[in-house]
């Protein structure tokens, strides 16, 4: 992910936009590794992840992508194989390629419109009965 971009998604509720975030990433990706950035703790089932805790998400392909990251860091021959999660107060971001491949930017666009949805892009108001 050299030169990578940034998508930047307005959100009203930043916690629940990761989660459906990285739920998505599980449904692209069958066996996906999801670790938190700042610790480096590995969830092994989607279930194990407190959403509120959590700011930064690293969502690997699978086994082996992780593990050349982890020997080659941000090299070329990996293109399309992260999808990196940041939540902070009204807003996701998901860093992904420069140049993503056409299933990373039709995942994008897909969570983009996910996103835009009224739970997630603004206050939810109850109607007076």
């Given amino acids: 992910m050299i030169c990578g971009s940034d998508v930047?998604?307005?959100?009203a509720r930043d916690a629940e936009a990761m989660d459906l975030a990285v739920r998505a990433?599980?449904?692209?990706?069958?066996?996906?590794?999801i670790e938190d950035a700042n610790t480096g703790e590995v969830f092994?089932?989607?279930?194990?992840?407190d959403f509120a805790r959590r700011r930064e998400i690293l969502c690997f392909?699978?086994?082996?992508?992780?593990?050349?990251?982890?020997?080659?860091?941000?090299?070329?021959?990996?293109?399309g194989t992260l999808i990196h999660l940041l939540?902070?107060?009204?807003?996701?971001?998901?860093?992904?390629?420069?140049?993503?491949?056409?299933?990373?930017?039709?995942?994008?666009?897909?969570?983009?419109?996910?996103?835009a949805q009224?739970?997630?892009a603004g206050t939810v108001t109850r109607e007076a009965a």
Avoid: C, H, M
């Fill in 8 to 11: 930047i998604i307005p959100v």
């Fill in 25 to 33: 990433v599980v449904r692209l990706w069958r066996d996906v590794v």
């Fill in 44 to 49: 092994r089932r989607y279930a194990d992840i």
């Fill in 61 to 79: 392909r699978d086994p082996a992508s992780a593990k050349l990251w982890d020997q080659l860091g941000a090299d070329p021959s990996l293109d």
């Fill in 87 to 115: 939540r902070s107060e009204g807003e996701l971001t998901v860093a992904i390629d420069a140049n993503p491949p056409p299933q990373i930017e039709a995942f994008v666009s897909s969570l983009r419109r996910s996103l």
């Fill in 118 to 120: 009224e739970l997630f």
